[in-house]
């Protein structure tokens, strides 16, 4: 039976080097390999690599010389870091000196690699590991993050869970008062809520919080924070921003959920409202439980006023 050889896996890999000599022996190392192929691009300074990087994202390496000019193969490690953070970078140089090879590691180096000592099966070893390194330490940032956003966000809304928002409005009050800047906070509820659970059963209701969750950023700023509160209610917090700002923000919102129905599965629409109550931070408001205080007698007013509006 013919055994069907598996398809090679492409890797790009981008060379920084002002030698073009020993450019021609590493492309000519690693297109000789018969398990992969390389697709090599070569520039001769580090500007020209930062470009490539910015330009293309699909870069599996970079090999990167020490002694370039203007600028040494070190600060590319450090702004081709800061640009792809999971990119692996292995330092070339015709010194092997212990200190530039500490330094380069320390800056984010995957290795190290003297000119001197390269081989074939040096060079191929010192690439695979790298590579697969890299992509290890990608996928368990990545699985660190998910497992980060479930703690954070609300299962339902994937809006902020409270004790997130809570955090975050703490640092936010202590920068407002620190550097003497505005910052509002607003507390939403949808009006009648207990009805349409009644009416049309709690899937019905709960697509009305999500529908109402994805509606709210839409007249937000994009440093404005947005978390569930508990129930059927919502956090706004407003960043750098007087009362007044946040009024007509929290405005703008109750006229969107007023002008958006949810459509429902078996046919038809929705129409919701919901009250806001809004409070700023103030000589008299100086934490976050008098702001909660404060957006809560708000909205009790929004509330008792006819609903479908905004109290501060």
Not at 116 to 132: D, G, P, W
């Amino acid at each position: 039976m013919r055994r069907v050889s598996k398809p090679r896996r492409t890797y790009r890999i981008l060379m920084v080097d002002d030698d073009s000599a020993f450019e021609t022996l590493v492309r000519g190392f690693l297109q000789s390999t018969q398990r992969h192929l390389f697709e090599v691009e070569w520039v001769s300074t580090c500007g020209r690599g930062l470009d490539e990087l910015r330009a293309h994202a699909n870069y599996d390496l970079a090999l990167v010389e020490y002694k370039l000019d203007p600028q040494d193969g070190l600060h590319f490690i450090e702004a081709a870091r800061a640009l792809r953070p999971f990119l692996p970078i292995v330092m070339l140089t015709g010194h092997g000196s212990e200190m530039v090879a500490a330094e380069a590691l320390k800056k984010g180096a995957a290795d190290y690699l003297p000119k001197r000592l390269i081989s074939r099966v040096r060079l191929m070893e010192v690439v695979a590991t790298a590579i697969k390194k890299a992509r290890h330490q990608q996928k368990m940032a990545q699985s660190s993050e998910r497992i980060q956003l479930l703690t954070i966000l609300d299962d339902l809304t994937k809006l902020y869970r409270r004790h997130y928002i809570f955090d975050r409005i703490e640092k936010e009050i202590a920068y407002a008062r620190r550097h003497h800047c505005g910052l509002s906070l607003a507390m939403l509820d949808l009006d009648h809520f207990k009805k349409v659970n009644d009416t049309y059963g709690h899937p019905v209701g709960d697509r009305v919080l999500v529908h109402v969750a994805s509606l709210i950023p839409r007249e937000l700023r994009e440093i404005d924070l947005v978390g569930r509160y508990g129930g059927e209610e919502f956090l706004i917090m407003f960043p750098r921003s007087m009362l007044a700002e946040a009024f007509k923000a929290c405005e703008r919102v109750c006229n969107r959920v007023a002008s958006t129905p949810v459509v429902l599965e078996e046919g038809g629409q929705l129409t919701v409202t919901c009250s806001i109550g809004v409070a700023g931070l103030s000589s008299s408001l100086r934490d976050l439980p008098a702001l909660l205080k404060q957006a809560d007698a708000a909205l009790y007013d929004a509330k008792h006023a006819g609903r479908n509006r905004v109290c501060a």
